[in-house]
């Protein structure tokens, strides 16, 4: 069963950027699509992107334009640039298969936007 950590979150301002990562255990990572979630208190998990095995990419359109997901299939890991964020954003980002079944989902990594 792959494992998976989130990290990179935080404070920031509005319009501010942050990189989340999520480490993978395990090669069989690299075969599968993957994903960013985000729950935001009181709200249900979203996916808010995914990338293909080969790098194809899709975003929810309320971050079509500000994020970006990357993958190293190499080193295990998967990537979430996120620019220009807004309060919105706010919300706790996991990581996980882009499709069910899942794997276990990790913590997440906390993100605040706020002034």
């Known amino acids: 069963q792959v494992q998976l950590v989130e990290s990179g979150g935080g404070l920031v301002r509005p319009g501010g950027s942050l990189r989340l990562s999520c480490a993978a255990s395990?090669?069989?990572?690299?075969?599968?699509?993957m994903g960013w979630y985000r729950q935001a208190p009181g709200k249900q998990r979203e996916l808010v992107a995914s990338?293909?095995?080969?790098?194809?990419?899709n975003y929810a359109d309320s971050v079509k334009g500000r994020f970006t997901i990357s993958r190293d299939n190499v080193k295990n890991m998967l990537y979430l640039q996120m620019n220009s964020l807004k309060p919105e954003d706010t919300a706790v980002y996991y990581c996980?298969?882009?499709?069910?079944?899942?794997?276990?989902w990790g913590q997440g990594t906390q993100v605040t936007v706020s002034s």
């Open positions: 996980n298969r882009a499709t069910t079944p899942y794997f276990y």
């Open positions: 990338i293909t095995n080969d790098g194809s990419t």
């Open positions: 395990g090669s069989i990572f690299r075969i599968y699509a």
